[in-house]
């Protein structure tokens, strides 16, 4: 026999099947096209970072710090070749005369060409140039459409009402999510000025742009300084620092959605093997009389290895163009998180590899059951064997086992880069099939040993199904119980994720902060306050200042010192201050007693949070010297506190004594509850007439907005775990079909000898029901586990069990078994039982 | 005994199979009724519709034209769950392949018609049958742990297990040999004899065909002889 008459029988011997493979293919596509279009996306973003980078920075290199740069770090700036740009960022409020309305707001005023990288998409596109020459301002458009303004309208900004001069269309220097908080509008530094908000006492964040030319490696001449720089709290920031924070936020997002992708394959791997299975059942008969007239075991399994090969190849194929189409679906779903608009590219290295690591992966899993081929007697053209299946003993099928378990361990590896990583996931998957398996042995055991044998006949009848001979107790729940464990674990960290953040809306927490009050308006303030029957819940003063000293040693010293374990961003810092004599109700002494107030000339006492004073690593009875605006001021720690961060309150690092800082330069924080929205908007509109340096910042609206991004990232989630969903229906289809054929016969027989509708069903709908709730419940337990370990060692957050997703879940698993399964038997009434009852011989 | 009833009455049956773009007229026109009590055998040559016809005749398969009546009632007026319960609660039948449940045993397979129907002693009654046909040995074995013969004869104890009053048996000596056959034969007509069961037996074996009291002989899809001795 020749390998052309071998392909042309296994070609004849398809002929009339395909339909059969129907879930074949369709486990293919899933799994690959999953795995090519999240791999195309992943690649794109990781293409579009490194296009991006210098975009979303606006400038080679960028000097940032919440202080205008010192002078001798400015000569060594401008030593610097090339272009230069500044910008100063202040958060203030906007009033909006047109319609009485007021939005805090980021401004941004620029002075020079920035952005030298990327541009200002505006509308009208002359905007780009007028916002620059006169007092005109550009405004995120979202801003705009949420006002109903356009330009030529006005906004007041301060004490000026300046006029809109375009509307800003594009995220240049990637504001990202939290741009939902604060829109922003750009003006020129003149027109900010003219606004009287830029105040000593007022926040602003300075940033210095460069364009340098190309001969020089900006990088190397930061190395060089970042030490001087940082030392005066100010940061530098290179393209490539850009394209590395970028890579990191990104690395989480491509890790899960690559861990998505491989569950999907995975999953997709089980509808391989269990529909390659049912195939080459069918086959059983004609392989056994093809053995009877003289084929050999190898030549058998060759015919039906070139079919599933063929078949699997075209599969693969239209799986990697359905995951290219996706591909260009998924960044829709993403847009709102990503910082940049992805550009969709075909990805043929991706495309590549996904086909090529899913079709080694899907023909490993066919091999199992093809395998099974070269054990298949002719004897059996006589007599059918009791232990049907693929035979268990064979040394091969242990090698694809193990190559299977190699190969996903390799593309893990790939993907995570992680040895430790990858060895957990497969250990954790590979317990889980194990504890599925051992599970359905037991029950099967259970049910033989405690058979409920004065039930009724349909309930024993589908209870016995459980363990009859072709059972399909084990592959279901299996793989069952696998699908409900990925998507419950999706449930549960999701849910997690979200009360967390939720947590924070809860009681009577005050839900507006008025800040930037200068010391003179806060009676008014309160007065007007009062006014709106709101409650003034605090009214906390705010002195910044910096460490001068420690120990007695200057802060330079300290800084230098080699030994040294405080941390250096927390010895650099501005630090914002409060006085008081009491410890909060948010807070907790934990350490020291606290000092309320000192006299004239005594010793200060201070308070310090517990987190912070282990980044400088100072302990009670430390000596710690601050430089307040000049002055300098030697100070005693004499307690720590511990502070509560889910308490909608101000939280202060330091806290001082009444009696020492009630001279100082200082603004007021003013925190009040308004009782709704309109008395809220109300309140501010006329807060922000009276007082237009005084910021409004209504905080259940920030919640929203957070509450927006997470409600998209789990949309996002959603989506990605629909791809699982999907597999594992068809692996679900896939495994009831198994003993489908057999099924239908069984309840046409019974048919036959009076068994009514109602009766088969009731048959079909106890065992269905009993290894849907069994392979659910289990898959509930395991993610469980699997997102316990997840949430305390990964997230760090407190582990909480939320019931409705789960029950969900459940019914949604068992209603599908039982559903799928009652599906099978409605060929029963539709077909004549004689017709049915012909077809086996 | 009462007057005799029509237990079955075939009225003008036609089956036609259709398919790959050609009809096959398996049965023509066929009547013939059958009153309780009677043995009846079909006989003819292989593919002349014999298994088609005692299929309609059980309410296995739908006609193409003509109706059948059991026990005074049209069959093809019942939905299909009405004519389980009636072949449940009136008739048996034996297949010429056997069809006994792969998954079951034997006395599960057995079991099954006095299961469906909620009766109590099942076990006792199975095995008392099992014991009939001479397989008190084989209760746990399953189907395919069983000899072409003995599988027949699980299907015989299965057809009696609810006492028929209407029994088809297709070929149910087919694969036996002369001694278990005419055990078999004895069982058949020990029933018909003692319940007053109607037997309607299709068989190649012309001697077994003797045995009945009526004949019927098909070709090609017509009755070409109707005899009784
Ligand atoms: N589903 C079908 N489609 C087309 N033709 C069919 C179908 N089922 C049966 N036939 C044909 O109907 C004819 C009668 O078949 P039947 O099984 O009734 O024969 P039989 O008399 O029982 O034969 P045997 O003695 O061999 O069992 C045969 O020629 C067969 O090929
Ligand atoms: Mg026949």
Redesign the interface.
């Known amino acids: 026999m020749n390998i052309s008459f071998l392909i042309k029988t296994a070609l004849l011997d398809a002929r009339t099947q395909w339909g059969k493979l129907v879930l074949f293919i369709a486990s293919i596509i899933l799994g690959i096209s999953a795995l090519v279009a999240i791999n195309s996306f992943n690649d794109n973003i990781v293409a579009d970072i490194d296009n991006q980078s210098a975009s979303l920075l606006g400038a080679d290199l960028v000097v940032t710090g919440n202080k205008a740069i010192p002078v001798d770090l400015a000569t060594m700036l401008d030593s610097l070749p090339g272009e230069r740009a500044t910008e100063h960022e202040l958060l203030s409020m906007a009033y909006i005369p047109k319609n009485d309305g007021s939005q805090f707001v980021r401004l941004k005023a620029i002075e020079g060409a920035f952005p030298f990288y990327g541009e200002f998409l505006t509308t009208p596109a002359s905007a780009n140039e007028t916002f620059r020459k006169t007092n005109g301002l550009l405004v995120d458009d979202g801003f705009l459409k949420q006002f109903k303004l356009t330009a030529g309208d006005s906004i007041k900004l301060g004490t000026q009402i300046l006029p809109i001069a375009g509307s800003l269309d594009n995220n240049p220097g990637g504001a990202g999510i939290g741009s939902g908080f604060a829109p922003t509008i750009y003006l020129s530094l003149e027109t900010l000025k003219s606004t009287d908000l830029m105040q000593a006492g007022s926040m602003i964040d300075y940033a210095y742009f460069h364009q340098v030319n190309e001969a020089l490696d900006v990088d190397e001449w930061k190395s060089q300084r970042r030490r001087t720089f940082s030392n005066e709290s100010m940061r530098i920031r290179t393209i490539n620092d850009q394209r590395e924070n970028l890579e990191e936020a990104f690395n989480a997002l491509n890790t899960f959605l690559n861990l998505v992708a491989l569950v999907s394959l995975l999953l997709g791997c089980i509808g391989v093997a269990s529909s390659v299975f049912i195939y080459i059942k069918n086959k059983v008969n004609s392989i056994a009389v093809y053995r009877c007239l003289g084929m050999k075991a190898n030549q058998a399994f060759f015919i039906y290895f070139l079919q599933i090969m063929i078949i699997g190849m075209l599969g693969s194929m239209v799986g990697a163009a359905l995951g290219s189409f996706i591909q260009v679906v998924l960044p829709k779903v993403f847009s709102d998180l990503l910082p940049f608009a992805i550009e969709t590219t075909i990805a043929w290295p991706s495309i590549f590899q996904g086909l090529t690591l899913g079709f080694v992966i899907t023909s490993l899993f066919a091999m199992i059951p093809l395998l099974g081929i070269r054990k298949i007697s002719p004897l059996r053209t006589i007599?059918?064997?009791?232990e049907e299946g693929a035979p268990t003993r064979d040394p091969l099928i242990y090698m694809v086992y193990g190559l299977i378990v190699i190969s996903l361990f390799l593309y893990l590896f790939s993907i995570t880069g992680s040895l430790l990583d990858s060895a957990i996931f497969i250990i954790g998957l590979l317990v889980a099939f194990f504890v599925l398996y051992l599970f359905s042995k037991l029950l099967i055991w259970a049910i033989r040993k405690y058979f409920p044998r004065n039930w009724s006949?349909v309930f024993r009848?589908g209870l016995s199904?459980l363990y009859?001979?072709?059972?399909q107790t084990q592959i279901l729940l299996v793989t069952l119980g696998l699908g409900t464990a990925i998507l419950s674990t999706l449930f549960i960290v999701q849910g997690l994720i979200l009360e967390n953040v939720a947590s924070f809306d809860e009681g009577e927490q005050p839900n507006t902060i008025l800040f930037g009050i200068e010391t003179n308006q806060i009676e008014d303030l309160k007065q007007k306050t009062r006014e709106f029957d709101m409650p003034v819940v605090e009214e906390v003063p705010i002195v910044t200042m910096r460490i001068a000293g420690w120990q007695g040693r200057t802060k330079s010293e300290w800084l230098a010192d080699t030994t040294r374990t405080a941390r250096r961003w927390a010895i650099n810092r501005e630090i914002r201050v409060t006085y008081r004599d009491t410890i909060d109700d948010s807070e907790k002494l934990i350490a020291g007693n606290f000092v309320g107030s000192v006299n004239p000339g005594d010793s200060i006492f201070i308070s310090l949070d517990e987190g912070y004073a282990e980044n400088l690593d100072v302990e009670i009875g430390d000596e710690i010297e601050f430089n307040v605006q000049g002055m300098l001021v030697k100070t005693y720690v004499s307690s720590l506190r511990e502070i509560d961060f889910t308490s909608m309150r101000t939280r202060f690092f330091i806290v001082f004594p009444l009696g020492v800082l009630e001279q100082a330069p200082q603004f007021q924080v003013l925190v009040t509850k308004s009782p709704s929205e309109d008395v809220l908007n109300a309140y501010r509109s006329d807060v922000v007439k009276t007082f237009p340096n005084v910021s409004v910042v209504d905080l259940s609206s920030i919640l929203k907005t957070l509450n927006d991004i997470l409600s998209k990232i789990s949309y996002a989630v959603q989506f990605m775990a629909g791809f699982s969903i999907l597999t594992g229906i068809i692996v679900l289809l896939s495994s009831l079909l198994l003993s489908k054929f057999?099924r239908v016969k069984?309840s046409v027989?019974?048919?036959?000898?009076?068994?009514?509708?109602?009766?088969i069903l009731k048959i079909y709908a106890t065992e269905y029901a009993i290894i849907g709730i069994l392979s659910a419940a289990t898959g509930i337990i395991l993610s469980l586990v699997a997102s316990w370990l997840l949430v305390t060692f990964q997230l760090d957050l407190e582990f909480r069990i939320q019931y409705l997703p789960l029950i969900l879940v459940f019914f949604f698993i068992v209603s599908l078994t039982v559903l799928t399964g009652l599906w099978m038997t409605k060929d029963v009434?539709q077909k004549?039982?004689?017709?049915t009852?012909r077809k086996?011989? | 005994m009462d007057e005799p009833v029509d237990v079955v009455k075939v009225d003008q049956l036609s089956k036609v199979y259709s398919g790959h773009g050609k009809e096959l007229t398996v049965l023509k026109e066929i009547n013939f009724s059958v009153k309780a009590g009677e043995s009846v055998s079909i006989i003819g040559p292989s593919g002349s519709g014999k298994t088609t016809l005692l299929g309609l005749c059980a309410g296995l398969d739908a006609p193409s034209s003509g109706s059948v009546s059991l026990f005074n009632q049209d069959i093809s007026k019942l939905n299909e769950d009405q004519r389980a319960v009636l072949r449940n609660d009136k008739v048996g039948f034996i297949f010429q392949n056997f069809q006994l449940i792969p998954t079951l045993t034997a006395i599960e397979n057995i079991s099954i018609p006095m299961e469906l129907k909620g009766l109590k002693n099942i076990k006792s009654t199975a095995m008392s049958l099992l014991d009939r046909v001479g397989l008190s040995d084989r209760a746990k074995h399953y189907p395919n742990q069983l000899s072409g013969g003995e599988q027949q004869r699980i299907s015989l104890a299965r057809a009696f297990s609810n006492n028929p009053k209407l029994l088809f048996a297709d070929e149910p000596t087919g694969n036996l040999d002369g001694d278990t056959g005419a055990k078999v034969e004895d069982l058949l007509f020990d029933l018909n004899r003692e319940n007053g069961t109607t037997l309607i037996i299709v068989t190649h074996d012309l001697e077994l065909a003797t045995k009945t009291q009526r004949r019927i002989r098909l070709k090609n899809g017509e009755i070409v002889e109707d005899s009784r001795v």
């Open positions: 007599r059918s064997n009791v006949f009848q199904n009859r001979p072709n059972n057999q069984e027989l019974l048919r036959t000898l009076g068994a009514s509708r109602a009766q009434v004549s039982p004689l017709e009852l086996d011989v």
